[in-house]
Every structure is written in structure tokens, then in C-alpha cells.
């Protein structure tokens, strides 16, 4: 096992009616700005048990999927203009990434241009880091949407629409002071988006388990419980029965995939994320759709590097054994992702390969070097791509 350190600094509030729990979470007196998407809170009782908890300073809506560098600079703005002292994110992994982006850039003044702040602190990519960004204010947030776990760590991703770039970062300081998670908000959310999340929390821990080479018996088998748990309810998530126990486990799941507890002392494998994020910026797909996409893809290219790993992923997770075991553990977790409603080839959405070589070029060309292995350079990446055909 690898050398390690690990916090988990937020405060985790779960259950049903635990929006009230807002009002002694934020310090009295707090200017708090409210952050949000596009307003289905309001149509979901989201917004009104909020506002019947606090009385915000200010809010800022329209935080959009995959959130834009432009957009977040406007609610950075608007914090400076009423001295907010915290900041409350009530929706899913794209309103609380853009918090987390918004709170460090309230205090960047290292560079003219806060976008930096992902390009020298990001995670994934071979750079260097002359800038640290420092959140100004702390971040308490209402989870609306179980899928990026970004309610529990200290990551995000945010995108550059003027440079079609999409990137992400971590630092200490954005982790969230609190999240509060009630599994009935689950129940207003479109299968569409069902979907996109049960397949980002999967991914999640399938990246960190398939590139985990290290000893970590203890990791591998919370991996595998988290993954078994999530094939098991996807059926009755996706039928939308309003089974509180079923969202229950779909939320907790959701969050453990990305807290970092499972991935300790091990390391994982971003490959498919970072190529993922290329396909949104470059085909407009969700978050989900790409990962369904390139998952297999990537999986099949490392596939010899990772011949044992995949053997006991099909044997733990998909109850395989024998010769071909990890050729089908490749098939079957395609399959699930299909059994969402999604596809998993670009021929799917009426796409082809017309953006492979932008998409190439934003990797980092010829000085791609991406998995755990830093196997996939630029002529895997480019494999792995056609394969999406």
C-alpha cells in the first residue's frame, strides 16, 4: 500500500426533512449567497424548504451542466458586491464544482486570468503548480443530484467555453463545511439524469479500483460492494418508484464513490474522465453519456496491462470466472450502462470522428500520457477514440 494521508472534513447530514438542519449549520449572521441551476428547485419544494431555513443575502442562478468559466466569473462578482461570507449550493456536481471554483477565485489576485487556478492545481495533468488558490468563504451545500460526490471532496471541473478547454482542480480548502442528503429529493429527477448519475458514480470507483496495482485488499472489496450496489438498485432507480430505501442507497453510494476513502493508499486511473471531459466540450454530450462511451474503450486498450485486475473485477462484481472472464467483465459492464438508456458507441447521438484530432490536440498532442500506467499516449488515445465509432 502506498504512502498515504486522508481527511474528510465535511459534515455529512442524511435523511428526510434535513433541509430545516440548514439554519444551525451557517453561523448566525452569515451573508450567504444562494447558488443554483437552472430553477427546478423551485418546482421540487427544494428552494422553499431552503429559504425557509435562512433568508439569503443574494442568489445566483442559472449555473449550467458542465459550468462555464464565464458564467461562475459573474456570481464572483456578485459575491464581492454584497460581501458574502458563505456560500450555499443547492444542486448537484456542476452547482457545487462552480462554488468551489467561485469561492477560490473571490480571492485570486496571483494572475490576471483566474483560470489558473485549474491549469496549475489540477489533477491529472502534468503541470506545474507556481499558484495555489485558497478558498475565500466556506461552501454548505443541499445535494439535489447523487452522482459526482462533489458534495464531500475537494474537487471540481469547470469549463473554458472561450478556449474549449474543460478541466478540473482540487485543493484542500473546497471541501464543502457541510451537505445535507435526503434521498426524497430523488424523486423529482428525470431518468435522463438518473441515469447520468448512477453511471458517474460507478466510473468513479471503477477508476480507482482498475488502476489500483498496489495491496489494498480493504479498497478493493469497498469498491466492489459500492459497484455491486449500484447494479443491484439501478433497475428500481430507473423505474422511478419512489422507494426511499432505494434512493437512499443510491445517494450514499453516490457519495462514497468520491470521498477519497476508497481510493487511500492506492492509485487510480483518470483516463476515461479526462477523455470524457474532451467529448463534452467538443460534442456537447453529459457527463454521463461520455463516460459510458469511453469506459470500454480505455478498458480494452489496457486491457493486457490489467489482464488480473479485470479477472477479479469479473469474478467479484459480475460473479465470472474462467478463461474469457475479463473479455466479458469488459462486455457486461458495457451492457450495464446500456440497460440505463444510454449508448455507448458516438454513432448513437449521429456523431463521428469529425473533432478526433481537436480532441487529440486538447489532450496534449503529442505529449499525451494518461491512466495510472501513463500507458495511453497519443496513438492509444487515438485508438482508444476510433473505438467510439
Request: aromatic share 8%; hydrophobic share 40%; with cysteine.
Amino acid at each position: 500500500m502506498l504512502d498515504f494521508e486522508y481527511t474528510a472534513p465535511t459534515k455529512v447530514v442524511f435523511g428526510k426533512g434535513k433541509i430545516a438542519a440548514i439554519k444551525t449549520l451557517i453561523p448566525a449572521g452569515a451573508r450567504v449567497m444562494l447558488a443554483y441551476g437552472g430553477g427546478s428547485i423551485k418546482t421540487n419544494g427544494v428552494y422553499q424548504a431552503v429559504i425557509e431555513a435562512i433568508t439569503p443575502t443574494c442568489e445566483f442562478s442559472g449555473i449550467e451542466p458542465n459550468p462555464s468559466l464565464e458564467t461562475c466569473l459573474k456570481a464572483v462578482e456578485m459575491g464581492k458586491a454584497n460581501n458574502i461570507t458563505y456560500i450555499l449550493a443547492v444542486g448537484g456536481g456542476s452547482v457545487i464544482d462552480a462554488c468551489k471554483f467561485i469561492t477560490c477565485a473571490m480571492n485570486w489576485d496571483k494572475s490576471p486570468d483566474p483560470f489558473d487556478i485549474l491549469l496549475h492545481w489540477g489533477f491529472g495533468w502534468p503541470n506545474e503548480k507556481p499558484y495555489e488558490p485558497q478558498a475565500k468563504v466556506p461552501i454548505g451545500v443541499v445535494l439535489t443530484l447523487p452522482a459526482a460526490g462533489s458534495e464531500s471532496n475537494a474537487g471540481a471541473v469547470i469549463t473554458n467555453k472561450a478556449r474549449k478547454l474543460k478541466r478540473p482542480f482540487a485543493h484542500p480548502s473546497c471541501y464543502p463545511a457541510f451537505c445535507i442528503l435526503d434521498p426524497e429529493v430523488c424523486y423529482s429527477i428525470p431518468a435522463k439524469q438518473l441515469a447520468n448519475g448512477i453511471i458517474d458514480s460507478y466510473v468513479h470507483v471503477l477508476e480507482q479500483y482498475i488502476g489500483n496495482y498496489q495491496q489494498g485488499r480493504l479498497q478493493d472489496r469497498q469498491c466492489e460492494a459500492i459497484m455491486k450496489s449500484l447494479i443491484e438498485i439501478a433497475p428500481a432507480v430507473m423505474s422511478k418508484n419512489r422507494d426511499y430505501a432505494t434512493y437512499a442507497d443510491l445517494m450514499w453510494c453516490s457519495n462514497q464513490a468520491l470521498t477519497g476513502l476508497i481510493g487511500c493508499g492506492t492509485k487510480a486511473c483518470w483516463a476515461s474522465h479526462m477523455i470524457g471531459h474532451e467529448l463534452t466540450t467538443f460534442y456537447g454530450l453529459d457527463h454521463g453519456q461520455t463516460l459510458a462511451l469511453t469506459v470500454p474503450s480505455v478498458m480494452k486498450q489496457l486491457q493486457t496491462l490489467r489482464q488480473k485486475k479485470y479477472e477479479q473485477y469479473a469474478a467479484r462484481v459480475f460473479g465470472i470466472e474462467g478463461p474469457d472472464a475479463a473479455d466479458k467483465a469488459i462486455s457486461m459492464t458495457d451492457d450495464f450502462f446500456k440497460s440505463l438508456g444510454v449508448h455507448t458507441r458516438l454513432s448513437g447521438y449521429g456523431f463521428g470522428p469529425e473533432h478526433f484530432d481537436s480532441i487529440i490536440e486538447s489532450l496534449g498532442g503529442e505529449n499525451i500520457k494518461l491512466s495510472a500506467e501513463g500507458a495511453i499516449r497519443k496513438a492509444e488515445a487515438t485508438s482508444i477514440l476510433k473505438n467510439l465509432l
